[in-house]
């Protein structure tokens, strides 16, 4: 057995004691066992949570160590425009880890922000597969390495999806291909979002191309099935949370959360609109991309990404390895829509010991709900105060447009 097949089973395991609640003869074992076995992989060759946002809420600072879950990395990357002292990006996921690794290794070792754009931002030119070779391969570790060289089972290397469309992969990648696809069979065209040149425009097309689709009994049946949105990551406890924040269910709340991604932004500003209605990025140099791609921070972020470290662990592990008041910023995606009580309170009293006075902590959650309150200890939770005013303008600002919730809590200090 070689050591990529390990590392998934030991990604398996650990994601499987995260998410499995549920025996695993009953239907909703099952459920969670197969996601398990889906997540292991590539899931997020874009992560979908905005970085602009999470950076004005937690006012990182050039002595700041920030803890943060990786996931496709576009996040950790993209704080390094900021300068902080340290981050540390943390998965239980193994694809995501060498993904994180990949970008770090290609922001300091690719000549310029060109070639560099060229393989994150277009990621379907075969000048990527030689960039590889001649530029980042010697300097990558060996199981990053090990894991881009892999051949897949058609004989190609696993690297060569950034010369065949990368965000085309990936469980987010083909849920997005068989919402196209859906949208195709109904006579409707995604991307003609991306023609869109005003709000007005974006509304018009909405309501045209997009809306209807919400009616369709087949589209109806799929947002119906726990398993079909597992390609946006959603597990079957997250799934429950997302249908029960919409009184019309799991099929209106996906249809306000399109609807805001389609109309709420413009799309010359919203590189998650055309990931979800181009998959893609914009060809040209101004289109709208994550932070850590844009040409005037390539050579900070070049400058800054040896400050990362990326881990394959969970937060909660990888903090109660760490010193007493060591951490500043703790990014939290949206993991514990998935979590026990007994595993919140487990990350909660590592976050709290390790909390430097300060400390910001900010994550997302499905549905608009406090979720702490009533299953973190008040022991706690005494430690913290919600920004109950800057989390809704911070959630009204997100791009990506798929959350119920955005949360942002500060350490009021042991004397709380």
């Known amino acids: 057995m070689d050591s990529s097949s390990i590392e ?6 650990q994601l499987a004691a995260a998410v499995h609640r549920s025996r695993l003869l009953s239907s909703e074992g099952a459920l969670e066992r197969l996601f398990t076995f889906l997540f292991s992989g590539l899931v997020y060759p874009q992560i979908w949570e905005d970085p602009v946002v999470d950076m004005d809420a937690l006012c990182i600072r050039k002595t700041d160590h920030v803890v943060a879950i990786a996931s496709g990395g576009c996040n950790v990357a993209s704080y390094l425009v900021v300068q902080p002292a340290k981050v540390t990006a943390v998965d239980l996921n ?26 994150f931002a277009n990621a379907h030119d075969k000048r990527n597969t030689a960039a590889y070779d001649d530029c980042l391969a010697p300097h990558l570790d060996a199981d990053t390495r090990r894991y881009w060289e892999a051949r897949e089972w058609s004989g190609r290397r696993r690297i060569t999806r950034f010369a065949r469309g990368f965000y085309h992969f990936g469980l987010l990648g083909v849920f997005i291909g068989a919402a196209h696809l859906v949208a195709r069979l109904h006579g409707c065209d995604l991307r003609a979002m991306l023609i869109a040149r ?8 909405y309501e045209r191309e997009i809306l209807p689709l919400f009616s369709k009994p087949l589209v109806r049946f799929l947002a119906s099935q726990p398993a079909s949105l597992y390609g946006l990551g959603i597990p079957p406890a997250q799934y429950r949370a997302l249908a029960a924040d919409h009184p019309d269910g799991m099929i209106g709340a996906l249809r306000a959360r399109v609807e805001k991604l389609a109309c709420g932004f413009s799309m010359a500003d919203n590189y998650f609109a055309w990931q979800a209605f181009g998959r893609r990025y914009g060809a040209e ?8 791609l844009e040409r005037g921070n390539f050579d900070i972020v070049r400058v800054n990404a040896d400050k990362v470290d990326v881990l394959q662990v969970s937060m909660t592990e990888f903090l109660a390895t760490q010193p007493a008041g060591s951490a500043d910023c703790y990014v939290l995606l949206d993991a514990q829509d998935w979590m026990d009580d007994a595993t919140l309170n487990a990350l909660w009293t590592q976050i709290t010991r390790t909390a430097r006075p300060g400390a910001r902590v900010i994550f997302r959650t499905a549905a608009d709900e406090m979720l702490l309150p009533g299953r973190v200890s008040d022991d706690i939770l005494r ?19 798929i959350y119920g919730a955005f949360h942002l809590y500060r350490f009021a200090g042991a004397g709380a």
């Open 8 to 13: 998934t089973r030991g990604s398996r395991a």
């Open 383 to 401: 430690f913290w105060r919600r920004d109950d005013g800057r989390s809704a303008a911070l959630h009204a600002r997100d791009r990506s447009a």
């Open 285 to 292: 140099a101004n289109a709208p991309t994550p932070p850590y």
């Open 94 to 119: 193994a694809t995501h880890v060498a993904l994180n690794r990949l970008k770090l290794t290609a922001a300091q070792r690719l000549p310029n922000h060109a070639a560099f754009r060229l393989f």
């Open 198 to 205: 005003t709000i007005e425009d974006q509304r018009a097309i």
